[in-house]
């Protein structure tokens, strides 16, 4: 599974606004944007002015790095959005929204994304029933996606249920009474997707 090594905090420093990839301490004073507030780098807290393709490059690097997903599979999925019928930013963050470990990460399964992602790799999370180890597996409506039995007893799956509130699930999901489940109810709409991007200046990007 190819993945990215590059230190978290140093991604949110560089995008200049916390991407919550670390779970819970992205909301305590230990977060490396609560006491370093800058790009990271020795010109990093100076003055940077971005030409236009340098905002729409970093708004496509923050993108990428919130969803955990690689340059090629980005593109991949920038390309599949462009052959859907609608408007390709916001079809592009639709598809990143179905990946099976945001869906976990959204239904308080997982405190982070890349949580997620090691739960589905690993074989704890199931879909309609059955284990599924794909993490960019795509789920639709009318899917169920939860964590097996044996998994919902170990400590990491039951603190990250408890702070699912902090976040709240997306009205596109519906989490069960057992806190370890849930049923994707819709395809997201761009209003279900809280993240602050502009998509469009992603398009712009990839349309040069």
């Not at 993945?3 to 905090?9: H, K, L, M, N, V």
């Not at 370890?180 to 109810?185: A, D």
Request: charged share 30%; hydrophobic share 30%; glycine share 10%.
């Amino acid at each position: 599974m190819a993945r990215s090594t590059e230190a978290r905090c140093r991604q949110c420093r560089r995008e200049n606004m916390k991407l919550f990839l670390k779970g819970e301490r992205c909301y305590t004073e230990k977060c490396a944007m609560e006491r370093r507030p800058y790009p990271p780098g020795q010109a990093g807290q100076g003055r940077h002015k971005f030409s236009e393709f340098g905002i729409q490059l970093r708004e496509k690097q923050k993108v990428r790095r919130i969803y955990g997903v690689l340059e090629k599979q980005f593109r991949h999925y920038y390309k599949e959005a462009a052959r859907r019928k609608g408007i390709t930013g916001e079809e592009l963050l639709n598809i990143l929204e179905c990946r099976l470990d945001n869906v976990v990460y959204r239904l308080g399964l997982a405190a982070s994304r890349n949580e997620g992602r090691l739960l589905v790799r690993h074989g704890h999370v199931v879909v309609n029933g059955h284990r599924v180890d794909i993490p960019s597996f795509l789920v639709k409506p009318g899917m169920t996606v939860g964590v097996s039995e044996k998994t919902r007893t170990v400590g990491r799956v039951m603190e990250a249920g408890q702070n699912v509130e902090k976040r709240g699930v997306p009205g596109w999901l519906e989490l069960g009474s057992d806190k370890f489940s849930g049923t994707v109810k819709a395809q997201p709409t761009r209003e279900d997707i809280t993240i602050p991007v502009q998509e469009q200046l992603i398009v712009e990007l990839y349309s040069k």
